[in-house]
């Protein structure tokens, strides 16, 4: 144990990251960035498409994740991401809860209550299964009105996404988008809007339901909200989480829809382009990258770096149950090397952290 740790801390230094040279072990900030049904044939397609190359390759340490949900082989986003919120394996469909049904405290919301600034960024509706695991409690992932209420049960610095209409347009008449105001939220409705916000909370709807896809009009949406993002949680000197979702990889996948994928895909590695840029400089941050789980089945049967061509085949228009890549960088990423259960992810983040509870 000792002599490994000396021999990557001397890796970490010949390579002279930041954080190595500070010599921080335990960081200040994560940023898990998710996308969703992103498998390593998704990444490849990206990857071509971009001739060759993406911005994940700058992580230096891969690992695997094992996805099953606690009631099924292959799981689905909302016990996918409350793996990775809460470190429990629950059943499909569950938002913040365990198998039992009963609410577990998720990462954001223990960071919260350790002082530091939290933020969710999504390119989907912000109460969808992924971001809406990080600060919901609910027994189905297809309670969005409910999600949304529970947004206001924390004080989540940030969050960026589609969904408007759950707060704004509700069955039981209440405007959550005044209430937000009322708790000195900014309000956002377009990405020019989040883009003129400097500092405070910023509660942002960039589509009424879900957004488009990034050539239908969506464009560097995320790539945005993710520079402001960063900027606005950097100022809390207790450190932040952030969960910043590339939400529609997967749907490309469902849609077994090759060029959807490498699209996103790119979009994604852009965002992780600027997360990166933001970790190496600070020095005291770890990036966690991963997916919930692989989508369509997915191959890349021809491709060509040069003019950026990808073909793939699909063997289904679900989820599958392989293992996932999970890729860090910073302080703590050494611990997320080798192949472990999705929810574990959790535990070595809570680790990275050290809180005391
Ligand atoms: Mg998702
Ligand atoms: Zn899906």
């Known amino acids: 144990m000792k002599k490994r740790y000396l021999f990557l801390l001397a890796l970490s230094l010949s390579t002279s990251p930041t954080w190595a040279q500070k010599k921080v072990k335990n960081p200040k900030n994560i940023i898990l ?17 971009n001739f060759g190359q993406l911005n994940l ?25 409350t793996a990775f919120s809460c470190g ?20 954001l919301e223990i960071a919260e209550q350790n002082g530091l600034a939290t933020g969710l960024i999504a390119t989907c509706s912000i109460t969808h299964a992924t971001p809406a695991s990080f600060i919901s409690h609910q027994p189905s992932r297809s309670l969005d009105e409910d999600i949304a209420k529970d947004f206001l049960a924390t004080d989540i610095d940030l969050f960026i996404g589609g969904g408007r209409k759950f707060f704004a347009n509700r069955k039981d008449g209440l405007n959550l988008v005044d209430s937000l105001k009322s708790r000195n939220y900014q309000i956002a409705n377009s990405i020019e809007e989040v883009q003129q916000v400097k500092s405070g909370k ?18 560097d949406e995320l790539v945005k909200s993710t520079e402001v993002g960063l900027e606005l949680l950097k100022t809390n000197k207790k450190g932040m989480f952030l969960m910043i979702e590339g939400s529609q990889i997967d749907w490309g996948g469902h849609g077994n829809d090759t060029q959807y994928i490498v699209e996103e895909m790119i979009d994604f590695d852009k965002a992780i382009g600027k997360v990166l840029d933001f970790a190496e400089k600070d020095g005291n941050t770890l990036v966690i990258i991963t997916a919930d789980h692989e ?29 996932i890549p999970v890729f860090a960088y910073g302080p703590g990423s050494d611990k997320f090397a080798g192949i472990y259960e999705n929810n574990t992810i959790f535990h070595k983040m809570m680790a990275a952290f050290r809180f005391k509870n």
């Open 33 to 49: 960035m998710i996308g969703d049904g992103m498998g390593v044939s998704q990444i490849y397609a990206g990857m071509t498409g």
């Open 57 to 81: 390759e700058r992580m230096p340490v891969v690992g695997f994740h094992k996805n099953q949900a606690s009631n099924a082989f292959v799981t689905d986003s909302a016990a996918g991401a």
């Open 88 to 107: 429990v394996k629950t059943y499909n469909g569950a938002i913040g809860v365990d198998a039992s049904g009963n609410p577990v405290p998720t990462i």
């Open 202 to 219: 910023l509660a942002a709807f960039l589509a009424d339901e879900q957004q488009p896809r990034f050539s239908a009009g969506r464009g």
């Open 295 to 323: 989508t369509g089945g997915f191959s890349v049967n021809k491709g060509d770096t040069k003019t950026g061509m990808v073909e793939g085949k699909f063997t289904t228009g679900s989820h599958t149950g392989v293992m």
